[in-house]
């Protein structure tokens, strides 16, 4: 896996969409993470470390899985969409969904009264609070296991082509 990782981010192209991917994500997820003190329940006083690594795992793995996905294409290789839309969501949940105006409103969407509303959205807007972290892991233990799926699906695409007698591993660009 580390190989492949390693032949793609050596590539001047890849290397760049990476980077600048990486920070993109980076500064959005830290100041959504930030602004809602994600892990302050958990962490306390030191609740901002935990936002600052958080931020930087889920930027990595998401800018990295998102990389080879392209790379993957370039190769006609089949790409795992699901697990990096998943990894993002899943990542994004805790601080999208605890103490803003989405819950309240989608519950008026789906029709439900103003007192029910009112009387139960901080009960479910707590449990994203509460459980933000274990929310956060499972976002990176997505995006890492699609990582490990995507590296696969490169593999099987340069096994397959190699058979053809064709040198499919290098993308042409």
Known sequence: ??????????????????????????????????????????????????????????????????????????LKAKTSKKLTLSS????????SLCCTS?????????GFSTSFIVGNTGKIQSIFSVYGPLFIAAGAAIAYFGLIQITKNINASCKINVAEKEDCCEVKE
């Not at 003190?37 to 793995?61: E, M, P, R």
């Not at 990389?67 to 294409?73: A, E, G, I």
């Not at 899943?90 to 601080?95: D, E, Q, R, V």
């Open 1 to 74: 896996m580390m190989q492949d990782i390693r032949k793609v981010i050596t590539k001047r192209m890849y290397a760049l969409m990476f980077f600048i991917m990486f920070a993109a994500v980076f500064i959005l997820y830290f100041y959504l993470l930030e602004s809602s003190a994600t892990g302050i329940i958990d962490f306390g006083s030191y609740y901002i470390y935990f936002d600052l690594l958080s931020s930087f795992v889920i930027s990595f793995l998401i800018s990295l899985v998102i990389t080879m996905n392209v790379y993957s294409y370039k």
């Open 102 to 110: 989405v819950i309240p409103s989608l519950l008026a969407v789906l």
């Open 88 to 95: 993002i969501v899943g990542a994004i949940l805790p601080s």
